[in-house]
T-cell receptor, first 116, second 112 residues
Framework: GAVVSQHPSRVICKSGTSVKIECRSL??????MFWYRQFPKQSLMLMATSNEGSKATYEQGVEKDKFLINHASLTLSTLTVTSAHPEDSSFYIC????????????FGPGTRLTVT | LAKTTQPISMDSYEGQEVNITCSHNNIATNDYITWYQQFPSQGPRFIIQGYKTKVTNEVASLFIPADRKSSTLSLPRVSLSDTAVYYCLVGDYGGSQGNLIFGKGTKLSVKP
């Protein structure tokens, strides 16, 4: 089956620094990847849609200059949280779409970001 | 994308059948119904998808009435490991974006 990995699984950083999270589709090419954020005891919230070779599409209320997304290849998308603050502490999850339909979407294991 | 409504939480005991119902009154003709399972600190996992009537796979069944305004996920003989949050999503199978909008989900607690 399709596998999506994320790295790192956990990261702790100081306020004001930047953190990069990688999302990889291991055994398929993903034309589209999605980034979600999940706060404790809440549902997943879509942050942005990442398309290979083009600019990401951000959801309303998500700062594109703070959450930089790069989808340089069909198997890799990165999310960089710039100038992180404690309120950015969350669980970040990516998913990859095989392009064969909505449900053909596979989720990564998530990255726990803690900003101190 | 159609909005969904699910119970916030459900309790069950090991060995019982659990049915979780989702309402989606404004489902569109092209929309499919998909259920995901999420364990704490993990990404969601696809369970089952259907368009109408009944769909069954090795882990669950999905019942969809003729008007498609609701659906019921059925988990046969649950175990402790089925304790998780279950999300019902409705959207266009062939949508160009394919992004999934998650509702609040149903937290299922299975007790021994």
């Amino acid at each position: 089956g399709a596998v999506v990995s994320q790295h790192p699984s956990r990261v702790i950083c100081k306020s004001g620094t930047s953190v990069k999270i990688e999302c990889r589709s291991l055994d398929f090419q993903a034309t589209t990847m999605f980034w979600y954020r999940q706060f404790p005891k809440q549902s997943l919230m879509l942050m942005a849609t990442s398309n290979e070779g083009s600019k990401a599409t951000y959801e309303q209320g998500v700062e594109k200059d703070k959450f930089l997304i790069n989808h340089a290849s069909l198997t890799l998308s990165t999310l960089t949280v710039t100038s992180a603050h404690p309120e950015d502490s969350s669980f970040y999850i990516c998913s990859a779409n095989t392009g064969r339909g909505m449900y053909e979407q596979y989720f990564g294991p998530g990255t726990r970001l803690t900003v101190t | 994308l159609a909005k969904t409504t699910q119970p916030i939480s459900m309790d069950s005991y090991e060995g019982q059948e659990v049915n979780i119902t989702c309402s989606h009154n404004n489902i569109a003709t092209n929309d499919y119904i998909t259920w995901y399972q999420q364990f704490p600190s993990q990404g969601p996992r696809f369970i089952i998808q259907g368009y109408k009537t009944k769909v069954t796979n090795e882990v669950a069944s999905l019942f969809i009435p003729a008007d498609r305004k609701s659906s019921t996920l059925s988990l046969p003989r649950v175990s402790l490991s089925d304790t998780a949050v279950y999300y019902c999503l409705v959207g266009d199978y062939g949508g160009s974006q394919g992004n999934l909008i998650f509702g609040k989900g149903t937290k299922l607690s299975v007790k021994p």
